[in-house]
């Protein structure tokens, strides 16, 4: 209807006046408001994108009358179930708990190919990097989806059909934007201008991180080091 129409237009006006709040443009820089905001944006998103697969996989798995706490138990390392799952998924040395899991699942074909197809991308630094890039791609894509209704909007009240979608990505962007800045607020970060120039400081050195190579040029075998590589730099167990 008609005020549905409106109602969910405001929703996008008010959530991108919040972003435009949180997100401080320099306009000392010669990139325009939308990149800045954009850059942000994915900085943060990507910071805890692997993160998130892992979460949600573990979630599915506690959910399908699966017993997985017995499974990560045979987990040697790892502090926490997310990190015990990320060895699981990529350490030689758990090649066969991954494997009994896996058989664990005859009925679930979507949940024994999400471990599958997560022990290969994130075993290997090459392939966790394009796993980074290609999300970073996807979520400038979607930005420029709402920046694009968004001006639409203000223009002359119209919008895209798929505007109930665009403002969920938008509404889940804010909250983790939120979420972030009070997680470093608390930790006695002073200003959003410093907590943002750490993050982008913490993905160039992640980035360095995935480009180690061994003698032969090929990605570097992940070990001890599995936590930073497959969690990340801005990871908190």
Request: glycine share 2%; net charge negative.
């Amino acid at each position: 209807s008609a005020m549905e129409s409106i109602n969910i237009s405001n929703q996008l006006l008010n959530l991108w006046t919040i972003v435009e709040v949180l997100v401080e443009v320099d306009k000392r820089y010669s990139y325009s408001k939308i990149t800045q905001i954009s850059n942000t944006i994915t900085t943060v998103q990507n910071a805890s994108y692997v993160k998130s697969l892992i979460e949600q996989l573990l979630f599915d798995l506690k959910h399908c009358c699966l017993d997985i706490e017995s499974h990560l138990e045979t987990i040697t390392k790892g502090n926490n179930d997310i990190e015990k799952m990320a060895a699981l998924l990529v350490l030689q040395e758990f090649e066969q708990n991954k494997t009994d899991l896996v058989n664990d699942l005859p009925n679930y074909p979507l949940l024994r190919y999400r471990i599958e197809h997560y022990a290969k991308q994130f075993s290997n630094r090459q392939e966790l990097k394009k796993v980074l890039v290609n999300h970073r791609k996807r979520l400038e894509w979607q930005i420029m989806r709402i920046y694009r209704n968004r001006n639409m909007i203000v223009h002359d009240g119209s919008h895209f059909p798929y505007i109930d979608l665009v403002v969920q990505n938008l509404h889940f962007y804010v909250d983790n934007l939120i979420d972030t800045i009070n997680y470093y607020v608390g930790k006695g970060y002073e200003s959003l201008d410093i907590i943002y120039t750490m993050l982008s400081n913490k993905e160039f050195s992640y980035q360095m991180i995935l480009e180690k190579t061994d003698a032969s040029k090929k990605a570097l075998p992940i070990g001890e080091d599995f936590v930073e590589v497959v969690l990340g730099e801005d990871y908190q167990s």
